[in-house]
């Protein structure tokens, strides 16, 4: 089984811009790919912040001083904010995130909701994780959003 994980912003829920999803359903993401600044910090198991894909430079938007790329990966896609022009494989640090206006659509099958809640521990944020069986329709302030892990093949 091929596994991606992919957050679903606490804002997006609270903008109820998301379909609501538990586990075992089939679903479809539109996926964007944000790069970290810095170091990813304190991450729940099983969250990898390294993505191998295929880069492709797409339409550029008007009045953006980023390239715009289209990701191509094993079983998914997604748009990235490229800081130079891009083209061809890359493995980069950072997350996919979901972007229901300006995101490249993935279907996998979900097989695990995290309710991530940001804490902090001798002045570093950490991220603490608590599973869920379906994607809660409001979250509060504390919590970064949900981490959906997807299995790939099963479409």
């Known amino acids: 089984m091929r596994s991606l994980p992919i957050l679903l912003p606490a804002a997006v829920i609270?903008?109820?811009?998301?379909?609501?999803?538990?586990?075992?359903?089939?679903?479809?993401w539109r996926l964007r790919f944000v790069e970290h600044a810095?170091?990813?910090?304190?991450r729940p198991r099983g969250w990898s912040d390294v993505v191998?894909?295929?880069?492709?430079?797409?339409?550029?938007?008007?009045?953006?001083?980023?390239?715009?790329t289209e990701l191509a990966g094993d079983g998914f896609r997604a748009?990235?904010?490229?800081?130079r022009h891009v083209s061809g494989?890359?493995?980069?640090?950072?997350?996919?995130v979901v972007d229901p206006l300006d995101g490249l659509p993935t279907t996998g099958r979900i097989h695990r909701l995290r309710l991530l809640t940001e804490t902090v521990r001798?002045?570093?944020?950490?991220l603490a994780a608590?599973?869920?069986?379906?994607?809660?329709?409001?979250?509060?302030?504390?919590?970064?959003?949900?981490?959906?892990?997807?299995?790939?093949?099963?479409t």
């Open 14 to 28: 609270r903008a109820r811009a998301c379909p609501l999803a538990s586990i075992r359903q089939i679903r479809t």
């Open 38 to 42: 810095t170091g990813p910090g304190d």
């Open 52 to 68: 191998d894909a295929v880069a492709v430079p797409a339409v550029g938007r008007p009045g953006s001083t980023a390239w715009s």
């Open 79 to 83: 748009l990235w904010d490229a800081p």
């Open 89 to 96: 494989p890359v493995r980069l640090r950072g997350d996919l």
């Open 122 to 126: 001798d002045e570093r944020v950490a």
């Open 130 to 154: 608590r599973d869920l069986s379906a994607v809660p329709k409001a979250v509060d302030d504390a919590a970064a959003g949900v981490l959906v892990d997807v299995e790939l093949d099963a």
